[in-house]
DNA sequence: AAGCGCTGAGAACGATCGTTCTCTGCTGGC
DNA sequence: GCCAGCAGAGAACGATCGTTCTCAGCGCTT
């Protein structure tokens, strides 16, 4: 069976991030990635010259999926406070995936974060790029202090997403709504 | 050099805690742990039936340090609400120390919870104890819901503890301190 | 038809893991 | 003085890790 090289990296990557989420980087062996994708291991090694490399393009590629369906979710809402309340909305749904283990980003730097500057960097992208929407939703939603209101907000969503993990019910992104309500309207411009 | 069980074990705690929480469990070998507790290995695993076993232990004394730390700060402030309130407090000294790096049971869980049933129920126990301490908390500082309020403080705690990681500043438990205020005030009994 | 280059399958390598075993030396009881 | 038993130091074991190498076979050019 010879593949292309975009297919050979969808099924590789689809392989990674399965594994990685599930079990964490360090427990999965390049042998369980070249079994689960069906792809060589000399190929895969062509793909990605090193673990390291595969373990950036797995937590690239989560961050651009999460990013699109937080999107998706805020363009489905029409006034601006309720664009701002649809990621905790988001949050819901992603926490009722059967195979929902927190977000990608904290496992792995809890992982490898002292040792990979490289997985650290990435956590901390991917979670300002996370608090920086928050921001701009705040801010269309005419907050007295967006950066403040999307300070808060974002540690409601954390602390919802770990919370979410370790208790296994989605219920935490309830909370979080009803706390980001709260707070959202203490801090609309009066 | 001989040592007494009690001082051998608490060598071996030490070492384990030390070398875990800066580098994860699966990055640490039963060597490390030899070499920096000074404990010879067939000590260790006397004291220490397996790895499991010292990963239990080590995550039991982080429990108990944590809840002590925690009922040290609440217990300094006099009136109810500012005892609910030091809870942040705790937060930001904690966040400051030079080795912090985040929370050993979300970092452990993120690592071991899908393959160790154990670590997943070490690491449920302790945030289950520490929302039942907020909820206590809660409780005295005349809330009007207090189970709910819990809910909200705890997930401001958590995401704090995560953001603080990630971002490496203290920061985040100064915002989560302002939003547990607002979201206090506004559900104080009237 | 023949040879070159790339393929997939998987063996092999050196390192390291958790755990156990061996060996040497010391200590206490008789 | 001597022997049983436990100590520590670290070698050894089998497994597994990330990575590389071997090798037989296939498709392409000339």
Redesign the interface.
Known sequence: MVLDTATAQRQVLDAADALFY???V??VGMDAIRSASGVSLKRLYQLFPSKETLVEAYLDRRDALWKSMLAEHVEAATDPRSRLLAVFDFLYEWFQQRDY??CA???????????SPRV?EL??EH?EGFRRALGELAAAAGARDPE?LA??L??????????S???GTAD?AV??R??AT??LD??LAS
Do not use: C, W, Y
Not at 154 to 163: D, F, H, K, M, Q
């Open positions: 599930e079990r964490g360090q427990a283990r927190g980003f904290i496992n792995s730097f809890g992982e490898l974060g002292t040792v650290a956590a901390l979670k403040q300070d808060h974002i540690l409601l969503s954390e602390g919802a997403i770990t919370r993990a370790i208790s935490p909370r979080a009803e706390a709260m707070i203490a801090s």
